[in-house]
């Protein structure tokens, strides 16, 4: 069965961390997506990647960068967490030209 | 660039009544559409997907949605609505390799 796992549901971060997100995905897709969530505006894509060590900005990438070492693993880095990056965070992977597949999301909050 | 509008923030449906969710967008050609539904606090599952063919496409947990290119709609439709059914959906449409753009969702609650 396919599977995208996120390393943490919930989190607590303070004002200024650097704060880390990992997905894994398990099913060998070359593409690898990070969301945002917030109510009434949908899924934003912040970054994806389409290969290791590949990386193309979505439309608010600002505030946030990617990693992504190996094929089935794609990290979101807040180099320096602010309070209006609090949100829900989504990790999606597929193959080209195909449906994602979702993780079940982090819950970020930066106190 | 294309876009995707769901033009229904918030709908309630009693338990056994019909429902239908819109969805239009906004594309130059043929786009690679689908609705998702997630449930609170969970990430998001797809309900089916259009790619080519049939215009009518059946999903899973008996929703369907139809394609109709000179409405630029891809509406979805459930002859029946259980309580279970009571969560967020997501129309989205993909186009190119790797560009997919999501609608604000419309959330749907039952009422008993």
Known sequence: DVKVTQSSRYLVKRTGEKVFLECVQDMDHEN??????????????????????MKEK?????????SREKKERFSLILESASTNQTSMYLCASNRVK??????PGTRLTVT | ?????????????????????????????????????????????????????????????????????SQSSFNLRKPSVHWSDAAEYFCAVGAGDNDMRFGAGTRLTVKP
Request: contains cysteine; charged residues 20%; negative net charge.
């Open chain 1, 98 to 103: 195909n449906e994602q597949y979702f993780g």
């Open chain 2, 1 to 69: 660039a294309q876009s995707v509008t769901q033009p229904d923030i918030h709908i309630t449906v009693s338990e056994g009544a019909s429902l239908e969710l819109r969805c239009n967008y906004s594309y130059g050609a043929t786009p690679y559409l689908f609705w998702y539904v997630q449930s609170p606090g969970q990430g998001l599952q797809l309900l089916l997907k259009y790619f080519s063919g049939d215009t009518l496409v059946q999903g899973i947990k008996g929703f369907e949605a139809e394609f109709k290119r």
């Open chain 1, 32 to 53: 690898m997506f990070w969301y945002r969530q917030d109510p009434g505006l949908g899924l934003r894509l912040i970054y994806f990647s389409y290969d290791v060590k």
């Open chain 1, 58 to 66: 979505g439309d608010i990438p600002e505030g946030y960068s990617v």
